[in-house]
């Protein structure tokens, strides 16, 4: 039972380029989230999913696509990364809203 | 929406108690959470309360809940080094998400 997963731990862009990270989960549950770190902003919500199929916006939306295709994987697309997303993303997961499971991050570095 | 607030920094000397404090906006919230970041980790789920409960205690931990003025904090007795982290009050919002304070730095001295 590996929990949540995420791929890969770390990344450097370019501004413009584009790319995809993946989370997994193995504990069928229904909920997965993204969330952004920054230094002295606490974690914010970019977007999630309430089951197979399903994404919902969240605090931070804009310049980031996810799709959740199958329920155990959500996936958070950068279509053309800018300085600004440098962070460290975490995904969550739940079978409920109630009690996350956190991923152990992917620091995500854009020049 | 909702804003949850904490101060950023807490030092504590070890052994002695740790108090975290959060505040939040909307008295409708059901779930307040305490999570625990260690460095170059993931969030931990420590433990969290109802909003129908005033206190809740789990070993060390003594989380309390004042709803009037919408006031969280998380107690850990007897502090020890492994407890340094960074500690997010967080509270569920409308049902569906979690809203995430910006964490308290928490400092453990000799």
């Known amino acids: 039972n590996a929990g949540v997963t995420q791929t890969p731990k770390f990344r450097v862009l370019k501004t413009g380029q584009s790319m995809t990270l993946l989370c997994a989960q193995d504990?069928?549950?229904?909920?997965m989230y993204w969330y952004r770190q920054d230094p002295g902003m606490g974690l914010r919500l970019i977007h999630y999913s309430v089951g197979e199929g399903t994404t919902a916006k969240g605090e931070v939306p804009d310049g980031y696509n996810v799709s959740r295709l199958k329920k155990q994987n959500f996936l958070l697309g950068l279509e053309s990364a800018a300085p600004s997303q440098t962070s460290v993303y975490f995904c969550?997961?739940?079978?409920?809203?109630?009690?996350?499971?956190f991923g152990p991050g992917t620091r995500l570095t854009v020049l | 929406g909702e804003d949850v607030e904490q101060s950023l920094f807490l030092s504590v000397r070890e052994g002695d108690s740790s108090v975290i404090n959060c505040t939040y906006t909307?008295?409708?919230?059901?779930?307040l959470y305490w999570y625990k970041q260690e460095p170059g980790a993931g969030l931990q789920l420590l433990t969290y309360?109802?909003?129908?409960?005033d206190m809740k205690q789990d070993q060390r931990l003594t989380v309390l809940l004042n709803k009037k003025d919408k006031h969280l904090s998380l107690r850990i007795a007897d502090t020890q080094t492994g407890d340094s982290a960074i500690y997010f009050c967080?509270?569920?919002?409308?049902?569906?998400?979690?809203?995430f304070g910006k964490g308290t730095r928490l400092h453990i001295l000799p």
């Open positions: 309360i109802f909003s129908n409960m």
């Open positions: 969550a997961s739940s079978t409920s809203p109630h009690e996350q499971f």
């Open positions: 504990m069928n549950h229904e909920y």
């Open positions: 967080a509270v569920l919002y409308r049902g569906d998400k979690i809203i």
């Open positions: 909307d008295s409708s919230s059901t779930y």
